[in-house]
């Protein structure tokens, strides 16, 4: 525990110093709901990850991203771990997030490699790990998927499989030569023949192995879970949820979190979870820190409900009444709901929020596109002084691969403070997330 504490506390610096566009709350001199909202990050997630002190800016927007994502990812509760990160891997693809990818798939792979039948992986005794976040799991054998979704044969610039010719837009492989099958996702689900490939691109059947195309009882709930993510991320998903009722709110709660977590994600960080400067090669030992630190973390088993108090109550919105089935996630959603809400309204125009959650109201899922000409033919109609923000927020909440640098000046140029960036995007972000939630096919 000592030892954990003091691995903890030297990756204070590392953390914050990833974050870009904003300047974070430094671990020293955080006070107040920034400070408590630390702790519990240090004590439960295991370190002061960047993905939630990026909201540090803005106090209330911190809290309520870290009351659901412990809510529902960490807290120990009716879903295992492994689905809920099978989940979050699955839309952290779908969303081309390559950091979030990285982390979830090693917490994933860690979960799941250790469980599997021999402790050989999921293929069968041929199976093998090398690497972090893109480390093949394919034993004997070419063009095997890896975990974070990267393949032996290549991997395309957001992390996600890119192997083979005829590759999508977003990395992801079709099939190669009519081989296997594809996943919901767009991950490659056949190279050469070899076994079947889960949603989020983990090979679940090595050719050779025993049993081989076909996947342990243990790898196929989470590879389910993984399917249905991916394909819950667009409206009109045929894929059913593969999970009992009484666990849907958790699942379907960590997948709106990490819809959320991966726009700002992409907004905010780079492609790994490293320091500025540090070469990838690195990549291995802080994957390998990070695992064990919040692996040690969920042993001391976060106890459900203890941060609702972070922020006032607030009533549950209709768009989140598939939280209602647990009491504990309903309050927490509602509450954080409440705080970002809030934020909007702070940081958001009017007409920029009405014309957000317009487009959003008519959205599939889909990627508006390459061009960025659609979202400059969508302020046109704002007023001049709410274009910025109309723009910033849109691209947020259907593009966010889209955002740059001058995207978010010209809003810096209407509000220079970091607290109403960081309240624009989590608020356009939460509000694609909370539209991906109402549309997910649920038991």
């Known amino acids: 525990m000592v030892l954990r504490g003091v691995v ?6 590392l953390s914050t110093a990833q974050v870009r566009r904003v300047r974070p709350v430094r671990h020293g001199a955080a006070d107040g709901l920034v400070a408590r909202v630390y702790r519990e990050l240090e004590r439960d997630f295991g370190v002061l ?5 990026l909201h540090s800016p803005a106090p209330d927007v911190l809290a309520a991203v870290w009351l659901v994502l412990r809510e529902t990812l960490l807290v120990p509760g009716r879903a295992p771990r492994a689905v809920k990160e099978a989940v979050s891997t699955a839309v952290s693809e779908a969303n081309r997030c390559p950091f979030c990818v990285t982390m979830h798939s090693s917490v994933l792979d860690d979960l799941v490699g250790r469980g599997a039948s021999g402790g050989g992986g999921w293929g069968g005794a041929s199976a093998r790990r090398t690497g972090a976040g893109g480390a093949e799991l394919g034993g004997a054998g070419a063009g095997r998927t890896s975990l974070g979704g990267a393949n032996a044969g290549g991997t395309g610039a957001s992390g996600v499989n890119a192997v083979g010719a005829g590759a999508g837009a977003g990395g992801a492989n079709p099939g190669d030569a009519g081989a296997g099958r594809t996943s919901a996702g767009g991950v490659n689900a056949g190279d050469a023949g070899a076994g079947r490939i889960s949603a989020s691109g983990v090979n679940a059947g090595d050719a050779g192995g025993a ?5 342990d009882a243990v790898g196929a709930e989470w590879a389910a879970a993984a399917e249905w993510a991916s394909a819950a991320a667009f409206a009109g998903s045929t894929v059913p949820a593969p999970f009992p009722a009484d666990q849907a709110p958790e699942v ?4 709106v979190v990490l819809h959320h977590l991966n726009r700002v994600v992409n ?12 070469p990838a090669a690195s990549m291995v030992v802080v994957r390998r820190v990070l695992v064990r630190l919040i692996k040690a973390a969920e042993r001391g088993g976060p106890v459900r409900g203890a941060s609702l108090d972070l922020l006032p109550e607030a009533d549950l919105p209709a768009d989140l009444g598939w939280a209602g089935g647990d009491p504990v996630l309903a309050d927490a959603f509602a509450r954080a709901a409440g705080a970002l809400d809030a934020a909007g309204r ?18 599939d899922g889909r990627a508006p596109g390459v061009s960025r000409a659609w979202v400059e ?23 966010a691969y889209q955002v740059d640098d001058a995207a978010v000046a010209a809003f810096r140029a209407v509000d220079g403070e970091d607290r109403a960036l960081v309240e624009l995007t989590s608020w356009a972000s939460t509000a694609a997330a909370r539209r991906i939630g109402s549309w997910a096919p649920l038991p």
């Open 8 to 13: 903890a506390a030297g990756l204070r610096g």
């Open 346 to 363: 702070r940081s958001v125009p009017v007409g920029a929020r009405e014309l957000v959650l317009e487009r959003l109201a008519a959205w």
């Open 211 to 215: 049993g081989a195309g076909q996947v």
């Open 252 to 255: 379907l709660g960590t997948a």
């Open 49 to 53: 990850a960047p993905p939630v002190a």
């Open 377 to 399: 033919d969508a302020v046109s109609g704002l007023p001049p002084a709410e274009r910025a923000a109309g723009r910033l927020a849109l691209l947020t909440a259907l593009a």
């Open 267 to 278: 907004l905010f960080l780079g492609p790994l979870p490293l320091p500025p400067g540090a």
